[in-house]
Protein backbone atom coordinates (compact mmCIF):
# COMPACT_ATOMS: atom_id res chain seq x y z
CA UNK A 1 0.00 0.00 0.00
CA UNK A 2 1.47 3.53 -0.57
CA UNK A 3 0.72 6.26 1.59
CA UNK A 4 -1.61 7.67 -1.30
CA UNK A 5 -3.83 4.67 -0.70
CA UNK A 6 -4.19 5.17 3.11
CA UNK A 7 -7.14 6.72 5.00
CA UNK A 8 -7.24 8.86 7.50
CA UNK A 9 -8.15 7.74 11.23
CA UNK A 10 -9.81 10.14 13.26
CA UNK A 11 -11.01 9.84 17.28
CA UNK A 12 -12.92 11.16 19.84
CA UNK A 13 -14.42 10.65 23.47
CA UNK A 14 -17.63 10.55 21.59
CA UNK A 15 -19.53 13.07 18.77
CA UNK A 16 -17.85 16.48 19.60
CA UNK A 17 -14.91 15.47 17.23
CA UNK A 18 -17.29 15.42 14.01
CA UNK A 19 -16.63 19.49 14.23
CA UNK A 20 -12.71 18.37 13.80
CA UNK A 21 -13.76 15.50 11.09
CA UNK A 22 -15.68 18.20 9.41
CA UNK A 23 -12.73 20.75 8.74
CA UNK A 24 -10.81 17.74 8.09
CA UNK A 25 -12.84 16.91 4.86
CA UNK A 26 -13.62 20.48 4.31
CA UNK A 27 -9.85 20.69 3.50
CA UNK A 28 -8.71 17.83 2.10
CA UNK A 29 -12.18 16.45 0.29
CA UNK A 30 -9.95 13.67 -1.59
CA UNK A 31 -9.55 11.35 1.82
CA UNK A 32 -11.30 8.26 2.94
CA UNK A 33 -11.74 9.16 6.77
CA UNK A 34 -12.80 6.15 9.39
CA UNK A 35 -13.87 7.93 12.81
CA UNK A 36 -14.53 6.49 15.75
CA UNK A 37 -16.20 8.07 18.50
CA UNK A 38 -16.12 6.38 21.99
CA UNK A 39 -20.31 7.10 23.07
CA UNK A 40 -20.09 4.39 25.78
CA UNK A 41 -17.35 6.07 27.89
CA UNK A 42 -18.09 10.14 26.85
CA UNK A 43 -16.78 11.79 28.98
CA UNK A 44 -13.07 11.58 29.24
CA UNK A 45 -13.03 15.55 30.62
CA UNK A 46 -13.62 14.34 33.80
CA UNK A 47 -11.71 11.18 34.25
CA UNK A 48 -8.11 10.86 34.90
CA UNK A 49 -5.15 10.47 32.64
CA UNK A 50 -3.97 7.02 33.40
CA UNK A 51 -7.75 5.97 31.93
CA UNK A 52 -8.08 8.57 28.74
CA UNK A 53 -4.92 6.98 27.95
CA UNK A 54 -5.66 3.91 28.03
CA UNK A 55 -9.00 3.98 26.24
CA UNK A 56 -7.18 5.96 23.80
CA UNK A 57 -4.46 3.15 23.16
CA UNK A 58 -7.98 0.52 23.10
CA UNK A 59 -8.92 3.00 20.27
CA UNK A 60 -5.89 3.58 18.27
CA UNK A 61 -4.89 -0.50 18.04
CA UNK A 62 -8.81 -0.68 16.56
CA UNK A 63 -8.27 1.75 14.36
CA UNK A 64 -5.29 0.38 13.04
CA UNK A 65 -6.92 -2.65 11.22
CA UNK A 66 -7.92 -0.18 8.85
CA UNK A 67 -4.60 0.74 6.30
CA UNK A 68 -4.19 4.43 7.74
CA UNK A 69 -1.69 6.95 7.20
CA UNK A 70 -2.51 9.06 9.80
CA UNK A 71 -4.32 9.01 13.05
CA UNK A 72 -5.94 12.17 14.57
CA UNK A 73 -6.75 12.89 18.09
CA UNK A 74 -9.69 15.17 17.67
CA UNK A 75 -10.50 14.96 21.24
CA UNK A 76 -8.83 17.96 23.43
CA UNK A 77 -8.45 15.89 26.66
CA UNK A 78 -7.10 12.99 24.85
CA UNK A 79 -5.05 15.13 23.14
CA UNK A 80 -3.76 16.49 25.84
CA UNK A 81 -3.10 13.43 28.22
CA UNK A 82 -2.55 10.65 25.64
CA UNK A 83 -0.11 11.87 22.71
CA UNK A 84 3.12 10.62 23.82
CA UNK A 85 1.88 7.21 24.77
CA UNK A 86 0.14 7.07 21.62
CA UNK A 87 3.25 8.10 19.90
CA UNK A 88 5.02 5.74 21.60
CA UNK A 89 3.12 2.86 20.22
CA UNK A 90 2.10 3.50 16.71
CA UNK A 91 4.35 3.43 13.63
CA UNK A 92 1.84 6.05 11.96
CA UNK A 93 1.88 9.78 12.35
CA UNK A 94 -0.64 10.65 15.04
CA UNK A 95 -1.82 14.36 14.96
CA UNK A 96 -3.58 15.85 18.12
CA UNK A 97 -5.05 19.32 18.53
CA UNK A 98 -3.33 21.20 21.06
CA UNK A 99 -0.33 21.89 19.19
CA UNK A 100 -2.35 23.52 16.27
CA UNK A 101 -4.65 25.14 18.49
CA UNK A 102 -1.99 26.65 20.52
CA UNK A 103 0.23 27.69 17.24
CA UNK A 104 -3.05 29.51 15.95
CA UNK A 105 -3.67 30.92 19.05
CA UNK A 106 -0.01 32.40 18.95
CA UNK A 107 -0.86 33.76 15.29
CA UNK A 108 -4.12 35.22 16.66
CA UNK A 109 -2.88 37.14 19.95
CA UNK A 110 -1.29 40.38 19.58
CA UNK A 111 -0.10 40.55 23.03
CA UNK A 112 0.31 36.88 24.16
CA UNK A 113 -2.45 37.10 26.49
CA UNK A 114 -4.06 33.69 25.93
CA UNK A 115 -6.78 31.91 27.76
CA UNK A 116 -7.45 28.36 27.48
CA UNK A 117 -10.87 27.27 27.49
CA UNK A 118 -10.98 23.31 28.02
CA UNK A 119 -12.88 20.32 29.86
CA UNK A 120 -11.31 19.34 33.56
CA UNK A 121 -8.55 17.42 32.24
CA UNK A 122 -7.10 19.00 29.54
CA UNK A 123 -7.12 21.93 32.10
CA UNK A 124 -5.23 19.98 34.65
CA UNK A 125 -2.99 18.46 32.17
CA UNK A 126 -1.53 21.87 31.35
CA UNK A 127 -0.91 20.60 27.73
CA UNK A 128 -2.08 23.81 26.39
CA UNK A 129 -0.06 25.57 28.78
CA UNK A 130 3.45 24.31 28.15
CA UNK A 131 2.68 24.34 24.06
CA UNK A 132 2.08 28.01 24.37
CA UNK A 133 5.18 28.81 26.86
CA UNK A 134 7.40 26.56 24.39
CA UNK A 135 6.63 28.85 21.44
CA UNK A 136 6.25 32.14 23.26
CA UNK A 137 7.93 31.85 26.96
CA UNK A 138 6.81 35.11 28.07
CA UNK A 139 3.32 34.55 27.71
CA UNK A 140 0.35 35.37 29.73
CA UNK A 141 -1.99 31.88 29.88
CA UNK A 142 -4.95 31.33 32.09
CA UNK A 143 -6.46 27.97 32.07
CA UNK A 144 -10.29 27.93 32.41
CA UNK A 145 -12.27 24.72 33.06
CA UNK A 146 -15.99 24.70 31.97
CA UNK A 147 -17.07 21.75 32.63
CA UNK A 148 -20.77 22.63 31.97
CA UNK A 149 -20.63 23.85 28.58
CA UNK A 150 -20.20 19.81 27.02
CA UNK A 151 -23.59 19.02 28.87
CA UNK A 152 -25.20 22.00 27.52
CA UNK A 153 -23.91 21.30 24.14
CA UNK A 154 -24.91 17.43 24.35
CA UNK A 155 -27.94 18.64 25.41
CA UNK A 156 -28.66 20.72 22.58
CA UNK A 157 -28.83 23.71 24.10
CA UNK A 158 -26.08 26.90 22.11
CA UNK A 159 -27.99 29.40 23.15
CA UNK A 160 -30.50 31.29 25.37
CA UNK A 161 -30.61 32.36 29.15
CA UNK A 162 -28.91 29.47 30.49
CA UNK A 163 -26.04 28.92 28.02
CA UNK A 164 -25.30 32.68 28.51
CA UNK A 165 -25.66 31.91 32.56
CA UNK A 166 -22.96 29.78 32.36
CA UNK A 167 -20.74 31.32 29.90
CA UNK A 168 -21.08 34.31 32.69
CA UNK A 169 -20.10 31.98 35.33
CA UNK A 170 -16.80 30.68 34.04
CA UNK A 171 -15.71 33.50 32.08
CA UNK A 172 -16.83 37.42 33.31
CA UNK A 173 -14.18 39.26 34.18
CA UNK A 174 -11.49 37.09 31.97
CA UNK A 175 -11.38 39.53 29.30
CA UNK A 176 -9.42 41.92 31.58
CA UNK A 177 -6.53 39.55 31.52
CA UNK A 178 -6.62 38.11 27.62
CA UNK A 179 -6.97 39.03 24.18
CA UNK A 180 -7.14 35.85 22.45
CA UNK A 181 -9.51 32.37 23.93
CA UNK A 182 -8.29 29.18 22.96
CA UNK A 183 -11.88 27.19 22.25
CA UNK A 184 -10.20 24.16 23.78
CA UNK A 185 -12.68 21.41 23.86
CA UNK A 186 -14.37 19.87 20.57
CA UNK A 187 -17.97 21.11 22.22
CA UNK A 188 -17.00 24.73 22.27
CA UNK A 189 -16.85 26.07 18.60
CA UNK A 190 -20.97 25.40 18.94
CA UNK A 191 -21.43 27.84 21.86
CA UNK A 192 -19.04 30.11 20.12
CA UNK A 193 -21.50 33.04 19.93
CA UNK A 194 -22.34 33.19 23.59
CA UNK A 195 -18.65 32.79 24.95
CA UNK A 196 -17.86 35.76 22.74
CA UNK A 197 -20.79 37.66 24.01
CA UNK A 198 -19.53 37.43 27.05
CA UNK A 199 -15.70 37.88 26.29
CA UNK A 200 -16.46 40.55 24.52
CA UNK A 201 -14.99 41.69 21.03
CA UNK A 202 -11.64 42.63 22.26
CA UNK A 203 -11.24 38.71 22.09
CA UNK A 204 -10.39 36.55 19.32
CA UNK A 205 -11.61 33.32 19.48
CA UNK A 206 -9.34 30.16 18.17
CA UNK A 207 -11.01 26.96 16.83
CA UNK A 208 -8.64 24.11 16.94
CA UNK A 209 -10.24 22.32 13.96
CA UNK A 210 -9.60 24.15 11.55
CA UNK A 211 -5.73 24.65 12.37
CA UNK A 212 -5.83 20.86 13.22
CA UNK A 213 -7.13 19.92 9.83
CA UNK A 214 -4.52 22.70 8.32
CA UNK A 215 -1.88 20.78 10.22
CA UNK A 216 -2.87 17.39 8.78
CA UNK A 217 -2.95 18.50 5.38
CA UNK A 218 0.68 20.10 5.68
CA UNK A 219 1.60 16.60 6.93
CA UNK A 220 0.35 14.98 4.09
CA UNK A 221 2.11 16.98 1.73
CA UNK A 222 5.15 17.03 3.24
CA UNK A 223 5.13 13.05 3.31
CA UNK A 224 4.14 13.48 -0.75
CA UNK A 225 0.48 11.23 0.50
CA UNK A 226 -1.98 13.43 -0.15
CA UNK A 227 -5.41 11.92 -1.83
CA UNK A 228 -6.57 14.52 -4.06
CA UNK A 229 -10.39 14.28 -5.51
CA UNK A 230 -10.47 15.39 -9.08
CA UNK A 231 -14.01 16.93 -8.82
CA UNK A 232 -15.68 16.26 -5.73
CA UNK A 233 -18.98 18.32 -6.56
CA UNK A 234 -19.19 16.52 -9.69
CA UNK A 235 -18.44 13.07 -9.05
CA UNK A 236 -20.84 10.33 -8.38
CA UNK A 237 -21.69 9.06 -4.95
CA UNK A 238 -19.64 5.80 -5.44
CA UNK A 239 -16.48 7.89 -6.70
CA UNK A 240 -16.41 9.94 -3.77
CA UNK A 241 -14.17 8.99 -0.65
CA UNK A 242 -15.47 6.11 1.80
CA UNK A 243 -16.22 7.83 5.05
CA UNK A 244 -17.01 5.29 8.00
CA UNK A 245 -18.20 6.05 11.29
CA UNK A 246 -17.56 3.82 13.98
CA UNK A 247 -19.52 4.59 17.78
CA UNK A 248 -19.00 2.20 20.64
CA UNK A 249 -22.72 3.19 21.56
CA UNK A 250 -25.09 4.33 18.96
CA UNK A 251 -28.84 5.33 19.77
CA UNK A 252 -31.40 6.91 18.70
CA UNK A 253 -30.21 10.50 19.80
CA UNK A 254 -26.72 9.35 17.68
CA UNK A 255 -28.03 10.57 14.12
CA UNK A 256 -29.47 13.77 16.11
CA UNK A 257 -25.48 14.79 17.49
CA UNK A 258 -24.31 13.57 14.46
CA UNK A 259 -25.79 16.24 12.58
CA UNK A 260 -25.48 18.94 14.87
CA UNK A 261 -21.89 18.30 15.31
CA UNK A 262 -20.70 17.29 11.41
CA UNK A 263 -22.74 19.78 9.90
CA UNK A 264 -24.83 17.23 7.55
CA UNK A 265 -26.80 14.16 8.44
CA UNK A 266 -24.63 10.55 8.84
CA UNK A 267 -26.75 7.41 7.58
CA UNK A 268 -25.04 4.73 8.20
CA UNK A 269 -22.73 4.35 11.38
CA UNK A 270 -21.32 0.70 12.76
CA UNK A 271 -21.70 0.12 16.28
CA UNK A 272 -18.30 -1.13 17.64
CA UNK A 273 -17.16 -2.72 21.02
CA UNK A 274 -13.92 -2.55 22.51
N1 LIG B 1 -13.99 15.58 23.42
C1 LIG B 1 -13.75 16.20 24.71
C2 LIG B 1 -12.67 17.26 24.54
O1 LIG B 1 -12.46 17.81 23.48
C3 LIG B 1 -15.00 16.82 25.29
C4 LIG B 1 -16.02 15.80 25.75
C5 LIG B 1 -15.48 14.92 26.86
O2 LIG B 1 -15.28 15.40 27.99
O3 LIG B 1 -15.24 13.75 26.58
O4 LIG B 1 -11.98 17.55 25.49
Known amino acids: MSEHDGIIGVFDSGLGGLTVLRAIVEQLPG ?4 YLGDTARVPYGTKSAAVVTRYALRIAEHLLQYPLKALVVACNTASAVALPALR ?5 PVLGVVEPGAQAAIAASVGQRIAVLATEGTVRSRAYERTLLRLVPDAHVVGRACP ?3 PL ?3 GLLDGPIVELACRRYLEGLAR ?10 HYPLIAGPIGQVLG ?3 RLVDSAFATARALADLLVERNAISVCEDPGKSLPRDLPERR ?10 AELCSRFFGEPIRHFEAVDL
Open 31 to 34: EATV
Open 88 to 92: EQLSI
Open 148 to 150: LFV
Open 153 to 155: VEE
Open 177 to 186: EIDTAILGCT
Open 201 to 203: AGV
Open 245 to 254: FLFTDANERT
